[in-house]
């Protein structure tokens, strides 16, 4: 089971903490990873944290962080530099087995949480 927290209403250029907690099962054995779905589109891929080994999407690559706490079971992605185009719903999603070569795409995670909205106005 995965809750994901931290959303909200900020303005371009401002930084947010998402905060996803798992339970159920070994945090370190998961691939855990964040997506976003804005208005219109689809579901795409933000970030992912696997054995230590960080991806991002060129989109976010360099303003965005993900990062876990297994002693929490946490996971977390710290968003500096904000923009417009970043407002969505912000999913986190984990997988324990999962493909290196499908990390990036939603169907390789069977866990979601239940997403947090984050609106950046300009």
């Known amino acids: 089971q995965l809750q994901a927290s931290g959303g909200g209403l900020v303005q371009a250029g401002d930084s947010l903490r998402l905060s996803c907690v798992a339970s159920?099962?070994?945090?370190?054995?998961?691939?855990m990873a964040w997506f976003r779905q804005a208005p219109g589109k689809e579901r795409e891929f933000v970030a992912a944290?696997?054995?230590?080994?960080?991806y991002y999407s060129d989109s976010v690559k360099g303003r965005f962080t993900i990062s876990g706490d297994s002693a929490k079971n946490t996971v977390y992605l710290q968003m500096n530099s904000l923009k417009p185009e970043d407002t969505a719903v912000y999913y986190c999603?984990?997988?324990?087995?999962?493909?290196?070569?499908?990390?990036?795409?939603?169907?390789?995670?069977?866990?979601w949480g239940q997403g947090t909205l984050v609106t950046v106005s300009s």
């Open positions: 999603a984990a997988s324990a087995r999962l493909i290196t070569s499908t990390i990036r795409n939603a169907f390789a995670y069977n866990y």
């Open positions: 159920g099962g070994t945090f370190s054995r998961y691939t």
């Open positions: 944290v696997r054995w230590g080994n960080t």
